[in-house]
């Protein structure tokens, strides 16, 4: 190009003409003048590059744009500066410019601004669907179609006769952060966007195109990779402790104790079970990720001020079973802090599950949604956090120091003894529910409680709040609040909680019909009024929402006490592991504080790409027609449409629509109204909604035998077979190809309860433990389950990790007994080492400390809670998981079903911690509490040898005393446990720990495997024998 040549530009309505660039305007400027400038398209910093020169996008007008808007913009827009219009050049870092179906696919990097000396500019219409010029034609000439009511204006248009100007406007500049540039920005944002929406509304009948602007165009979340200087020394060390692992193993192997052969043998096949273990729980973390949300860019693009809002509904789910040991009050601060939510009130529902059809529920509810007419708009006045009154009250601190207005503090103690009111008319519930009448309850109206039976009962709902007039005292309108208990009847299965949260899911579509479901438990309050906004950055984004079944959650808790003794907080699973999978397919479901895409959970297959769509060779018409509705997975495969209009004889189509509806019965259940809501991907009520005929509805789906001969537990909403449903929900949803992103904001979107009694706390990891194996014993299995290359490899081997890791407890119990036995009877796993085995020895403890040290560097956990992690990982595996074991196996070979034990969520009052001492007995603790008398015993029974037999025995003892201190340390949290407050072990503890230790040593002494059967003697055995 000539160094006088103008590109110029136009706009029709503004008979405009401007000047777009001069080549003289599209010189590079120096690095220094670039450095600190910020990113003209999403507002970060530009960055770097890696050899510490500032990141320069484009080599010609070196506008400032960042390395990801960058890639985004190679990727999926056109692939040229928004400024100069010039393409990008391919950095070395980069895969280049997307070659996408515009364009011949070559990608010049030599020739690609090489343009025709001089330029045409006319007037005419334009041809193309977008309006820009392909990447096959940029070498060519191409006329530039100026929008200037048909004036033909000459190349050779000197630069001192235009200026940046507009032609018909003496107000306003083209160039750098004017009207005009901003414009061409909104065009160029625009592409991607509509080329992802081609992607999904391509074959659609209007074609309508929606017009976005530059700040609607931005991504409203994106990832942030982990540092490579955190990241590569981690995936190196792993790969050297592999090596290290495999010499350490042949050398173990080829090895042999010949004098303890036992033991030695034992020992080798723990060793090789623990190496497998760490690979399936290591190498799911080898590319992990971390993510940022933009709030601000969701609101500007769906929910602008003084517009309605674009928002999309969400239904809330809250479950509950027993008041009793669920208290009311936790649940009721649940349902405040929902109903205070930041989000638009008609776009919350919040449904509460009782599925012990208990009426303390159902009044402690009535309560909580009378004082919610002057909770909620008090939150929302001041934005206060939590919105949880009871935790927002507790806060230690004076926060309302720095509020200036007089009439916050006035405010805040009048709403202080509202609640205090509210909490003693919840406990005169409770305290009036510990007698119940022989006779049942009755209602205010004297009729009897239909939930006095709760194993047969019928199904009930109640609308508190919401569109049917419930106001706050402000008269504004309130979130729905609706209780739900389902019917159950002996005769029927009910599934547990898998089976409640399936009635939500048809009861919600029948009422409210939000796009997105969240789940908490009752005792997951909303720590952050923002959660929901959050969830949808990622959910209604038009690309990566069509791909994900749900967004997690990180579980954080209260009342934890300041060292987390039994590692309640799971921050080592929260914070890496689910981390490590977000690189890769997505976290699990942990059941609680996840949003779930009702598509996903109806069964249907995520939205496929065009890229999934490429035809491999010949295709027919009908194929093309297949692949359309495969591509949008929310079209049935089989429909009504698909009948032609010279196939339609008498009585086929008549056939066809009857045999449609009838498959939809048997995957849905038989309900139009649920079944017209499924379609409606959006959300939505289908019109007309008549109250009285959707409640009638909302009852029917939630009846005991809607369930029988669908899909219902089976393929679609949450799947049966397990107490821990949860998992087996992700699973069946991954293996469908969904993916699932995981959310962690500053402030943590959801606080709840975790047991810290450690009888309670064993309960809950056998029950987690439980539902694991009875997942390995079932065809969802996912060592042979869904090989149908949706499910990603390292996601495979994390739910195989998932289901297996019970089994860990075998060789890990007989691990920890190893030192005792190798103290009492002077024997070792390991014959003398030499300095090649020791070597051996110190780099795999070097290399576990290294691992263990680099994941805490980029992850950010502590060592303390890595620590905690380690030594329950021990207690829990000697304990509950041996016993889930065999109880999974009993239940799936002999059909002896398990107990579902709800987690005590109630505390006693005046001592936060009083539940950390208290001791409940069960028979979890009968063997972590023997393997720890046993290696008491046997280290006092060492030492006691060595002191006697002299210097030469202390080398030999030095290895097993280490041995056996390694599994002591491990359990000095459940000692701390046994001891409680007063440091006296409870009686029963030490009597079956010495009744089974003594069993063990005279079995030991009875057998003496260690003694030689055979005597070679020459003569009859004498004095001296």
């Not at 406990?427 to 194993?455: S, T």
């Not at 789940?519 to 929402?545: I, Q, R, T, W």
């Not at 008498?650 to 019965?665: A, C, I, Q, R, W």
């Amino acid at each position: 190009m000539e160094a006088n040549a103008i590109m110029m530009d136009g706009s029709y309505k503004g008979n405009e003409l401007v000047r777009l660039h001069h080549d003289s305007d599209m010189q590079a400027k120096p690095l220094k003048e670039l450095n600190g400038q910020i990113c003209q398209v999403c507002g970060d910093s530009v960055g770097q590059e890696a050899n510490g020169d500032v990141f320069v996008a484009c080599s010609k007008c070196a506008l400032p744009v960042c390395r990801p808007c960058y890639e985004y913009e190679c990727k999926d827009g056109y692939g040229c500066c928004p400024q100069c219009k010039t393409r990008y050049k391919r950095h070395k870092w980069s895969s280049g410019v997307d070659e996408n179906a515009e364009g011949d696919g070559i990608d010049d990097l030599e020739n690609e601004f090489n343009y025709t000396q001089g330029l045409c500019l006319t007037w005419h219409q334009c041809d193309r669907e977008d309006g820009d010029l392909s990447s096959s034609s940029r070498n060519e000439f191409q006329p530039i179609h100026l929008l200037t009511h048909e004036r033909h204006v000459s190349s050779e248009t000197d630069s001192g006769t235009l200026d940046s100007q507009s032609m018909g406007s003496s107000s306003g500049s083209f160039g750098f952060g004017s009207a005009d540039w901003k414009e061409k920005v909104d065009d160029w944002k625009f592409k991607p966007e509509k080329n992802s929406m081609q992607s999904v509304s391509r074959y659609s009948e209007s074609g309508e195109e929606l017009q976005m602007t530059d700040v609607d165009r931005r991504p409203m979340s994106r990832v942030v990779p982990i540092s490579s200087n955190h990241l590569t020394p981690y995936r190196l060390v792993i790969i050297i402790r592999l090596i290290i692992l495999g010499f350490f193993l042949q050398y173990r192997c080829t090895h042999p104790v010949k004098d303890a052969y036992p033991l030695w043998l034992i020992s080798v096949i723990c060793e090789v079970w623990f190496a497998l273990s760490w690979l399936l729980d290591q190498f799911p973390k080898w590319s992990p990720v971390n993510r940022k949300t933009y709030i601000d860019r969701l609101t500007m693009r769906y929910d602008r001020i003084g517009e309605p809002s674009q928002l999309a509904p969400i239904d809330v789910f809250v479950s509950t079973v027993d008041p009793l040991k669920e208290p009311p009050i936790i649940t009721a601060n649940t349902v405040l802090s929902i109903l205070s939510v930041d989000y638009p009130v008609d776009k919350v529902s919040c449904y509460v599950s009782d599925d012990g059809s208990s009426m303390l529920t159902f009044e402690s509810i009535s309560e909580t949604a009378e004082f919610a007419r002057i909770w909620v708009p008090f939150c929302k006045k001041h934005d206060i956090e939590p919105r949880a009154p009871e935790f927002y009250f507790n806060q230690k601190m004076l926060f309302y120091k720095e509020m200036t207005k007089p009439s916050f503090v006035k405010e805040y103690r009048a709403m202080k003894r509202e609640y205090e009111e509210f909490k003693v008319r919840i406990n005169a519930l409770v305290a009036k529910a510990q007698n119940a009448p022989e006779a049942g309850w009755k209602m205010h109206d004297g009729n009897p409680w239909p939930g006095n039976n709760h194993r047969d009962h019928p199904g009930m709902i109640q609308v508190f709040l919401g569109h049917t007039g419930g106001v706050d005292i402000n008269g504004n309108e309130l979130p729905r609040l609706v209780y739900v208990s389902r019917e159950k009847r002996p005769a029927f299965p009910h599934h547990k909680k898998a089976g409640a949260m399936n009635a939500l899911v048809r009861v919600s579509a029948v009422l409210t019909n939000g796009a997105f479901l969240l789940n908490v438990d009752c005792d997951h309050y909303f720590n952050n009024s923002k959660c929901l906004k959050e969830a949808m950055c990622f959910m209604m984004d038009p690309v990566l929402g069509k791909k994900i079944c749900f967004v997690q959650f990180p579980q954080r808790f209260d009342g934890i006490d300041l060292h987390d003794r039994y590692a309640n907080r799971n921050i080592v699973f929260f914070d890496i592991n689910l981390k490590g999978l977000d690189g890769i397919q997505g976290p699990v479901y942990v059941g609680t504080g996840s949003c779930f895409n009702r598509q996903a959970l109806y069964g249907y297959d995520p939205v496929l790409t065009e890229e999934d769509l490429e035809p491999c060779g010949y295709q027919n018409q009908d194929d093309n027609r297949m692949a359309i509705q495969l591509r949008d997975s929310t079209v049935p495969i089989f429909s009504s449409e698909d009948v032609y209009e010279d196939d339609i004889i008498e009585g086929y189509v008549d056939e066809t629509s009857h045999m449609y509806e009838k498959n939809l019965e048997k995957r849905f259940g038989q309900s139009s109204v649920f079944i017209e809501a499924t379609f409606m991907e959006q959300g939505g009520i289908p019109p007309p909604a008549d109250p009285a005929i959707l409640l009638k509805e909302a009852i029917h789906v939630i009846s005991c035998g809607y369930e029988e001969k669908t899909q219902w537990g089976k393929e679609i909403g949450w799947i049966y077979g397990s107490v821990t449903e949860d998992i087996l929900t992700g699973f069946k949803m991954h293996s469908r190809g969904w993916i699932s992103t995981y959310c962690m904001p500053t402030r943590p979107a959801f606080k709840g309860s975790a047991p810290i009694n450690l009888s309670d706390r064993l309960n809950q990891v056998l029950r987690w433990a439980l539902g694991s194996i009875e997942i390995l014993l079932s065809r969802h299995c996912p060592i042979w389950y869904g090989y149908d290359g949706k499910l990603k490899l390292l996601q495979r081997l994390a739910y195989i990790n998932t289901i297996i890791y019970p089994i860990t407890s075998i060789p890990l119990i007989a691990y920890c007994i190893l030192p005792a036995i190798c103290l009492l009877t002077g024997k070792f796993i390991v014959p003398e080492i030499s300095n090649y085995a020791s070597t051996w020895f110190i780099l795999l403890f070097v290399s576990i400390f290294a691992t263990g040290i680099l994941e805490l560097r980029w992850s950010g956990v502590s060592i303390e809670d890595w620590w905690r992690n380690e030594q329950f990982w021990v207690i829990g595996g000697t304990s509950a998981h041996l016993f889930a074991v065999f109880q999974g196996i009993m239940k799936v070979v002999a059909g002896i079903n398990t107990n579902f034990t709800v987690t005590s969520k109630a505390s006693e009052e005046g001592d936060d911690f009083v539940e950390l001492y208290m001791f409940k007995w069960t028979s979890l603790l009968i063997l972590p509490t023997t393997i720890l008398v046993m290696n008491l015993v046997g280290i006092v029974t060492g030492i006691s040898f060595a002191v006697t037999s002299g210097y030469p025995s202390w080398g030999p003892l030095f290895g097993k005393l280490l041995f056996a201190t390694w599994v002591i340390l491990h359990l000095y949290p459940f000692l701390k446990g046994l001891m409680g407050r007063k440091g006296r072990m409870p009686t029963m503890v030490i009597v079956w720990s010495i009744l089974i230790s003594s069993i063990f040593s005279l079995l030991w002494v009875r057998i003496d495997p260690f003694s030689s059967k055979l005597m070679n003697t020459k003569g009859p055995c004498g004095v001296d024998c």
